[in-house]
C-alpha cells in the first residue's frame, strides 16, 4: 500500500512512519519543517519538504504519489497560541488540510486517517465521549472540527473510507523542546535543561490526560488498516488524569531523582491563558473495545523516558514567531516578554 504521512518529521509524525515502515509499507512522507526536524526523518521513507498552505505543489505532489493510505498530521498545534495567530492556525490547519483532501479524492485515494484532537469537546463535562456534540472554544479547535466535518461531507460525496482519532496529550523523546507555545511536559524539561524555572498559568488545578507516544502510535496504525472502523471517531489516551500541578511535581522529581530540587527552579504561577478549559480528559472506552487500546506506559516512567532522551539531547533554545497577529494584555507574558 502507498502511504503518505503528512507532518513525517514532526513528533508523531516520524514515530509513526518508523512503524509504519517496520510493517514493510512503501511510505511518503512530507513536511515543511515548520515545527518538525529533517533528523527525525527515516531515511528509508520517501521525504519532500513541502508546505500544504501551497495549494497548486501540494495538488502536484499529490497527483505523483497517488497515495492510497493518507495519515494526516501537518499541523500548529499551538491550542493556546491559537487565538493570538489565527489566521496562521487556521491556514496551516483547515486549508492545508483541505489542499491534501481534495488532490487525493481526485487520485482516488481509498481511506485518510486524520488526527483531530479533544479540543473539539470545549469545556463540555469530563470525561468526554465521541458521541458528545462537538463545542470548539477556540481557533485551534474550530480548525479541527472544520475538517473532520469536511472529511465526513466530502467521504459521503466522493465515496472514500476514513477515520478520526482524537489524542490526548501525548509526549515522548523527539518532541520539539524549542516551541514555548505548546507541549507543557517539553517546555518543562527543556526550562530545567536551561536552568531556568518553569511557569505555571492559573492555579495549576486545570486537569489533562497525557500519553506516553508508545501508548498513541500503534492505535492509530490499528484503526487505519482496521476496516470495521471506517468512519468512526476515537478518542486516544488514558483513563487516568493529571493536573498541571503534579505534572510540574514529576518532571521536577524525575528530573533531580531523589536530589534536592534548588530553590532558583521551582515553578513561578502566571494568570491563567484566555480560554482555556479547565478540565478536558476523555473516556477510552470505545478505543478500549475497538481497536484493544491499553496504557502499558505509566506516566512517570513515560516521563522519565522522556527526560533520559532530552538530557542527551541537551538544552535548546527556546524560539518564538517573529511577531503574533494579535496580542493584547491577555497575551501570556511568557510569549510577550520571552520568560523562558
Ligand atoms: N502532541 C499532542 O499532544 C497532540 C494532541 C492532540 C492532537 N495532536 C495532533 O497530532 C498531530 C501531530 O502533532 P505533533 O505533536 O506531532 O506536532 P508537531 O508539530 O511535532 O508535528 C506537526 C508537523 O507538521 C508540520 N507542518 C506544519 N505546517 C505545515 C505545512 N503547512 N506544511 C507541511 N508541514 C507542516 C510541522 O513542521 C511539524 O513537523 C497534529 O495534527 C496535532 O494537532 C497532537
Not at 518532541?175 to 495549576?204: E, H, M, T, W
Request: net charge neutral; glycine share 6%.
Amino acid at each position: 500500500m502507498r502511504i503518505l504521512v503528512t507532518g513525517a518529521a514532526g513528533f508523531m509524525g516520524c514515530d509513526l512512519v518508523d512503524k509504519l515502515i517496520d510493517l514493510g509499507h512503501e511510505v511518503h512522507g512530507v513536511d515543511d519543517l515548520s515545527g518538525g526536524y529533517e533528523e527525525n526523518v527515516n531515511p528509508k521513507s520517501v521525504f519532500r519538504k513541502l508546505d500544504l498552505r501551497l495549494k497548486k505543489e501540494t495538488e502536484e505532489y499529490i497527483s505523483l504519489i497517488k497515495p492510497e493510505l493518507i495519515f494526516h498530521l501537518a499541523a500548529d498545534a499551538s491550542e493556546g497560541r491559537s487565538q493570538f495567530t489565527p489566521i496562521n492556525s487556521t491556514e496551516r490547519n483547515y486549508l492545508a488540510y483541505l489542499n491534501v483532501l481534495v488532490p487525493a479524492i481526485k487520485n482516488k485515494m481509498k481511506k485518510m486517517v486524520l488526527t483531530s484532537s479533544m479540543s473539539v469537546y470545549g469545556s463540555q463535562k469530563t470525561p468526554f465521549s465521541e458521541d458528545m456534540e462537538m463545542k470548539p472554544e477556540d481557533i485551534y479547535a474550530i480548525g479541527k472540527m472544520a475538517m473532520e466535518k469536511s472529511t465526513h461531507i466530502l467521504s459521503r460525496v466522493f465515496h472514500f473510507d476514513y477515520v478520526i482519532i482524537r489524542p490526548h496529550n501525548v509526549f515522548g523523546p523527539r518532541q520539539n523542546l524549542s516551541d514555548p507555545y505548546r507541549n507543557v511536559i517539553a517546555i518543562f524539561i527543556n526550562c530545567l535543561l536551561n536552568n531556568k524555572n518553569f511557569y505555571i498559568y492559573g492555579d495549576g488545578e486545570q486537569k489533562r490526560a497525557f500519553s506516553y507516544i508508545d501508548d498513541f502510535t500503534p492505535y492509530i496504525i490499528k484503526a487505519a488498516f482496521d476496516n470495521k472502523v471506517n468512519g468512526e471517531t476515537f478518542n486516544i489516551g488514558p483513563v487516568e488524569e493529571n493536573t498541571i500541578n503534579e505534572i510540574g511535581e514529576i518532571v521536577l522529581s524525575e528530573f533531580f531523582k531523589g536530589k534536592e530540587v534548588p530553590t532558583n527552579l521551582k515553578p513561578k504561577y502566571l494568570p491563567p491563558r484566555p480560554l482555556e478549559v479547565k478540565e478536558a480528559w476523555c473516556t477510552v472506552e470505545k478505543a478500549e473495545k475497538l481497536l484493544g487500546y491499553k496504557t502499558t506506559i505509566p506516566l512517570k516512567e513515560g516521563i522519565g523516558k522522556m527526560i533520559e532522551w532530552a538530557k542527551k539531547k541537551g538544552p535548546v533554545p527556546f524560539k518564538y514567531l517573529e511577531e503574533l497577529e494579535l496580542s493584547n494584555s491577555t497575551t501570556p507574558p511568557i510569549w510577550k516578554d520571552k520568560l523562558i
